[in-house]
Nanobody, 124 residues
Framework: QVQLVESGGGLVQAGGSLRLSCAASGGTFSSYAMGWFRQAPGKEREFVAGISRSGNFITYEGSVKGRFTISRDNAKNTVYLQMNSLKPEDTAVYYC?????????????????WGQGTQVTVSS
Protein backbone atom coordinates (compact mmCIF):
# COMPACT_ATOMS: atom_id res chain seq x y z
CA GLN A 1 0.00 0.00 0.00
CA VAL A 2 1.40 3.35 -1.05
CA GLN A 3 0.30 6.58 0.60
CA LEU A 4 0.60 9.86 -1.27
CA VAL A 5 0.31 13.25 0.36
CA GLU A 6 0.21 16.40 -1.76
CA SER A 7 1.04 19.87 -0.52
CA GLY A 8 1.83 23.33 -1.85
CA GLY A 9 -1.52 24.34 -3.26
CA GLY A 10 -3.07 27.73 -2.64
CA LEU A 11 -4.38 30.95 -4.11
CA VAL A 12 -2.20 32.84 -6.59
CA GLN A 13 -2.73 35.61 -9.09
CA ALA A 14 -2.55 34.96 -12.80
CA GLY A 15 1.06 34.96 -13.94
CA GLY A 16 2.27 33.69 -10.59
CA SER A 17 3.93 30.45 -9.59
CA LEU A 18 3.36 27.56 -7.22
CA ARG A 19 5.32 24.43 -6.45
CA LEU A 20 3.40 21.30 -5.56
CA SER A 21 4.98 18.41 -3.69
CA CYS A 22 3.83 14.83 -3.31
CA ALA A 23 5.45 12.72 -0.61
CA ALA A 24 5.15 8.96 -0.95
CA SER A 25 5.41 6.29 1.72
CA GLY A 26 4.71 2.60 2.10
CA GLY A 27 6.37 1.43 -1.10
CA THR A 28 9.58 1.50 -3.10
CA PHE A 29 9.36 4.98 -4.59
CA SER A 30 11.99 4.44 -7.27
CA SER A 31 10.00 1.51 -8.69
CA TYR A 32 7.04 3.70 -9.68
CA ALA A 33 6.39 6.17 -12.40
CA MET A 34 4.73 9.27 -10.97
CA GLY A 35 2.16 11.60 -12.40
CA TRP A 36 0.19 14.75 -11.71
CA PHE A 37 -3.47 15.09 -12.64
CA ARG A 38 -6.07 17.79 -12.08
CA GLN A 39 -9.80 18.09 -11.89
CA ALA A 40 -11.69 21.34 -12.25
CA PRO A 41 -15.28 21.73 -11.03
CA GLY A 42 -17.70 20.04 -13.39
CA LYS A 43 -14.94 18.53 -15.49
CA GLU A 44 -13.30 15.15 -15.77
CA ARG A 45 -9.93 14.48 -14.22
CA GLU A 46 -7.15 15.10 -16.71
CA PHE A 47 -3.49 14.18 -16.98
CA VAL A 48 -1.01 17.01 -16.43
CA ALA A 49 2.49 15.53 -16.32
CA GLY A 50 4.28 12.22 -15.84
CA ILE A 51 7.81 11.14 -15.04
CA SER A 52 9.44 7.75 -15.35
CA ARG A 53 10.97 5.83 -12.46
CA SER A 54 14.47 7.13 -13.17
CA GLY A 55 13.32 10.59 -14.23
CA ASN A 56 14.75 10.13 -17.71
CA PHE A 57 11.39 10.25 -19.47
CA ILE A 58 8.89 13.06 -18.96
CA THR A 59 5.60 13.82 -20.69
CA TYR A 60 3.20 16.77 -20.42
CA GLU A 61 -0.32 17.64 -21.41
CA GLY A 62 -0.22 20.19 -24.20
CA SER A 63 -1.59 23.23 -22.40
CA VAL A 64 1.04 23.10 -19.65
CA LYS A 65 4.12 22.51 -21.80
CA GLY A 66 6.67 25.23 -21.26
CA ARG A 67 4.94 26.42 -18.08
CA PHE A 68 4.98 23.38 -15.76
CA THR A 69 7.94 21.19 -14.82
CA ILE A 70 7.70 17.81 -13.17
CA SER A 71 10.66 16.40 -11.27
CA ARG A 72 11.36 13.78 -8.66
CA ASP A 73 13.82 13.15 -5.86
CA ASN A 74 14.03 9.41 -5.25
CA ALA A 75 16.14 9.96 -2.13
CA LYS A 76 13.29 11.99 -0.60
CA ASN A 77 10.44 9.87 -2.03
CA THR A 78 8.95 13.05 -3.44
CA VAL A 79 7.69 14.26 -6.79
CA TYR A 80 7.28 17.94 -7.58
CA LEU A 81 5.30 20.06 -9.99
CA GLN A 82 6.68 23.54 -10.57
CA MET A 83 3.92 25.67 -12.09
CA ASN A 84 4.83 29.00 -13.65
CA SER A 85 2.82 31.56 -15.63
CA LEU A 86 -0.35 30.28 -14.05
CA LYS A 87 -3.67 31.02 -15.70
CA PRO A 88 -7.21 31.04 -14.28
CA GLU A 89 -7.93 27.91 -16.33
CA ASP A 90 -5.29 26.07 -14.28
CA THR A 91 -7.63 26.29 -11.29
CA ALA A 92 -8.36 22.74 -10.11
CA VAL A 93 -7.69 20.15 -7.47
CA TYR A 94 -4.30 18.64 -8.29
CA TYR A 95 -3.63 14.98 -7.55
CA CYS A 96 -0.50 12.89 -7.70
CA UNK A 97 -0.60 9.24 -8.66
CA UNK A 98 1.65 6.25 -9.17
CA UNK A 99 1.76 3.56 -11.82
CA UNK A 100 4.14 1.32 -13.74
CA UNK A 101 4.90 3.83 -16.53
CA UNK A 102 4.57 7.52 -17.35
CA UNK A 103 2.86 6.75 -20.65
CA UNK A 104 0.48 4.41 -18.86
CA UNK A 105 -0.41 7.21 -16.46
CA UNK A 106 -0.93 9.63 -19.34
CA UNK A 107 -3.32 7.21 -21.04
CA UNK A 108 -5.08 6.31 -17.79
CA UNK A 109 -4.18 2.69 -18.57
CA UNK A 110 -3.09 1.82 -15.08
CA UNK A 111 -3.02 4.01 -12.00
CA UNK A 112 -2.27 2.17 -8.79
CA UNK A 113 -2.68 4.84 -6.12
CA TRP A 114 -3.97 8.39 -5.82
CA GLY A 115 -3.27 11.15 -3.37
CA GLN A 116 -6.02 13.13 -1.70
CA GLY A 117 -5.45 16.26 -3.78
CA THR A 118 -4.48 19.86 -3.17
CA GLN A 119 -6.46 22.89 -4.33
CA VAL A 120 -4.89 25.38 -6.72
CA THR A 121 -6.84 28.57 -7.40
CA VAL A 122 -5.61 31.15 -9.89
CA SER A 123 -7.33 34.52 -9.79
CA SER A 124 -7.54 36.81 -12.80
Amino acid sequence: QVQLVESGGGLVQAGGSLRLSCAASGGTFSSYAMGWFRQAPGKEREFVAGISRSGNFITYEGSVKGRFTISRDNAKNTVYLQMNSLKPEDTAVYYCAVGPSAIGLQKFERIDYWGQGTQVTVSS
